[in-house]
């Protein structure tokens, strides 16, 4: 009677047997010289290393040095130089919930270098709850104001995390609530318009009243449609696709839109995407910067703290 071939059926199915008959010994020919026997406790008392091959064990260790080389780097690059190393941080506990900073995700883990080369750590949503409110950018530990260079990195942590839909303001729950996502709306487009270099205030666009929305909307449209006659190409450059038949840039003139009775939450919704119109559809960063100003200039007209914070517009 011919016996069954005692090896494995595959490196990829070390926990199957062959079932080909043994015609070279007590091996089948595919496997008479490879000749791994299986056993029933191939996968209890086997070793990850004994059913790998050396071109895998290669690949892991490229991919694992890969990772600390440039992976690591990477992060840190983003999160700052405490990122892997809580302990060499000046604070040890994040100041919103008193535990080490080692609790905080780190999605949300801030770090960075001050000027005497100390580090500081904390939740990304503690300092973005400071701009919220119109807080000067400051180290709460030493009061010292946070460097340009530190601030955009903050802005650039806080827009990505915007881009993947994830919470930048504290809450117990993953999925935001209506509310919160309007209030990463309306602080998306204020970071953007602190990265352009002007420092305005979140707080004077969530104070406008319904009068001063529609001083708003009238400055900003005549600016746009008779102020500075600008030619229809050096308008597509600022704002492309401003005349889009889909989507105009101005749905309504100032004058049909006084005789409609809307609210402050139409006004603050309808306000807020023209602003992050202005401010991101440009062609370039400098184009960019040339529309952010409608936008200032269009919100120091109409809030009183505004004028007072741009006396130069």
């Known amino acids: 009677m011919e016996s069954t071939c005692l090896s494995i059926k595959s490196k990829k199915h070390p926990d199957q047997r062959c079932a080909s008959k043994a015609t070279h010994g007590n091996f089948c020919s595919r496997h008479q010289k490879s000749k791994v026997l299986w056993t029933a406790t191939t996968l209890r008392t086997s070793s990850p290393n004994h059913l790998m091959t050396r071109k895998q064990r290669v690949a892991i260790e490229k991919i694992y040095r890969f990772w600390v080389s440039y992976g690591r780097r990477k992060i840190r690059n983003i999160h700052g130089p405490s990122t892997f190393i809580s302990e060499i941080s000046q604070n040890d506990t994040d100041l919103t919930t008193l535990e080490p900073i080692s609790s905080i995700p780190l999605r949300y883990r801030f770090s960075y270098s001050d000027t005497n080369n100390h580090i500081w750590t904390f939740d990304l949503r503690f300092l973005v709850q400071m701009m919220h409110y119109g807080n000067e950018m400051k180290n709460p530990y030493t009061q010292d104001n946070l460097e340009r260079p530190v601030v955009e990195r903050l802005q650039a942590m806080t827009q990505s995390l915007i881009r993947h839909k994830l919470p930048v303001l504290y809450s117990n729950d993953t999925i935001l609530t209506p509310e919160q996502a309007w209030n990463q709306k309306v602080l998306d487009v204020f970071l953007k318009l ?120």
């Open 194 to 313: 602190n990265s352009l270099g002007y420092a305005v205030n979140l707080i004077w666009f969530e104070g406008m009243t319904v009068a001063q929305h529609h001083s708003f909307y009238t400055i900003l449209y005549t600016m746009w449609t008779s102020d500075f006659a600008l030619r229809a190409q050096e308008k597509e450059n600022l704002v492309s696709g401003y005349n889009s038949g889909r989507n105009p840039l101005f749905r309504w003139t100032p004058q049909v839109i006084v005789g409609k009775v809307n609210t402050l939450k139409w006004w603050r919704k309808n306000n807020l995407g023209l602003m992050n119109a202005f401010i991101t559809r440009a062609k370039d960063r400098a184009l960019q910067n040339c529309s952010a100003l409608y936008v200032l200039t269009a919100l120091v007209e109409s809030v009183p703290a505004a004028r007072e914070s741009f006396p130069w517009l």
